[in-house]
DNA sequence: CGGGAGTTTGACCTGCATCAATGGCAGTGG
DNA sequence: CCACTGCCATTGATGCAGGTCAAACTCCCG
């Protein structure tokens, strides 16, 4: 799979003259911190630079904010910089939370349909929308962002389907162990043969997003820490402390490269 | 989203020489029974046809067949025929069915990594696989077909945030009324305000695709019938009477288009 | 140094899994 | 064509993982 950075800086390159006056406009005055890494290396052309531009939107989101994008079409969005969860709503005001994204992150939103999806802000965030048709439209005349495109979506697939065997199968103990290991990956800085988190999102979150209640993802945490698997401290940092045993605990097929 | 059914005419079209002969050997002797549209339809360029051609991989398979495809590299599957399950595996040999697919249907089966993905069969089958990185290369110079795959992967993961939801938020009974009205959606037979359904999968992959236990899934589709909203007759008919009441069953959001 | 939201812990309950037995469909051989 | 047979589905009885309800605690912010 190439690389999705790249399609990153590009965007976020792109998008900065478009970014500065909006955010400006924003509450919070939150400004792009981006690296603007040359165009070039990219390989993508000229012409999808212009149009690129032309299609983006510029969204800043303060920590909470809910409905961050419309919803009347599908989006195709990409995390400058913070962090975002993409939420489903059945009925009754169940919410599923579908995945949580950070920096360069892309996301598919689709329009409301049978279910409703929103993507909220858990931190402040910046971010790039763009309408999912045209942005297709767009890679489709550049191979790199249409590739780069097709990896994301592949590996979106790949993850809601781990996620779906989750919810299926697994017990409380192997979600909550998948759950981090699945952050390690993501957000964890390495530390001794584990990682170092800092999860920005609340025990609710966390329960919505791996099917459990927060009492349960409490009481899970709770034996982990008894076990020696990790340790925490305050809300959100939690320390692994070995990483393979805890790969062993979320169920994970062993024995292979 | 464009049609899938096209590159599935044009994809049968261009293995049919090669599908001849290798059903010839395979133990059935399953023949290739697909439409021939004009490959002119598609717009796909002549380029496209041969190395398409250079790719396919006929498989003819036996219901009950399992590990279908070769899982040492992603694959993309098309069924040209028949009914198939994509299954996963956790450790301790539990198994989600990730979810069934028909002719036509485009499936993308992921190389063996954390855990397992195994195609099999539900009913004698034609299958025509790619490796997928072939495929996905070959597409980037193909408008037509790259148009269709993102469709299909946009499709699958829809669908795959869909049962994440129903998996992580909904009621045993819920999950059944889902399960139906989508098969209703797939390969239902309009009926009064309802459809007529032929199931070729037992109560275990319904149970394995809904994470519920087969018992369970019984006993919601009893309980459906004495609440007369579907009708059942032998292991695998069912009548679904009322839709828009199943839909309401299914915890799905109701007052939209 | 309060105050309030988010978290942890405890007690209890429920929905679904599990275990067990019966019932019925489909494929086979007489 | 019908009886046999084995698998699959249904139904019932019971147990438990995780949900629900409730209370105490702790972090974080003003």
Do not use: W
């Not at 290991?181 to 957000?187: C, D, G, L, W």
């Amino acid at each position: 799979m190439t690389e999705i950075n790249d399609v990153a800086s590009l965007i976020i390159q792109i998008s900065l003259m478009h970014a500065k006056q909006s955010a400006a406009a924003s509450p919070t005055s939150i400004v792009f911190t981006g690296a603007t890494a040359p165009v070039a290396s990219l390989g993508a052309n000229k012409a999808t630079h212009l149009r690129l531009q032309a299609l983006t939107r510029y969204v800043g989101a303060r920590s909470g904010d809910s409905r961050v994008t419309d919803n009347s079409a599908s989006q195709v969005v990409l995390v400058v910089d913070g962090a975002v969860k993409l939420i489903a709503s059945a009925s009754a005001g169940r919410t599923q939370v579908m995945g949580f994204y950070f920096k360069d992150d892309f996301i598919y939103v689709p329009a409301r349909e049978t279910h409703a999806y929103n993507l909220c802000a858990l931190k402040d965030c910046e971010l790039v929308a763009f309408p999912a048709t045209e942005f297709i439209r767009l890679a489709q005349s550049d191979k790199t962002l249409n590739n780069n495109f097709l990896s994301h979506l592949l590996r979106a697939l790949s993850r809601c389907r781990e996620k779906s065997l989750a919810l299926g199968q697994k017990t409380a103990r192997e979600r909550v162990a998948t759950f981090l290991v699945s952050m390690a990956e993501r957000i964890g800085a390495p530390f001794s043969n584990g990682a170092l988190l800092d999860l920005p999102m609340s025990r609710r979150d966390i329960g919505d997003n791996i099917g459990l209640t927060i009492e349960t993802v409490s009481r899970q945490m709770t034996e982990l820490r008894n076990a020696g698997l990790v340790s925490t401290s305050g809300r959100s940092q939690v320390k692994i402390l070995d990483l393979a045993a805890l790969k062993q605990e979320a169920g994970h097929l062993s024995g292979l490269s």
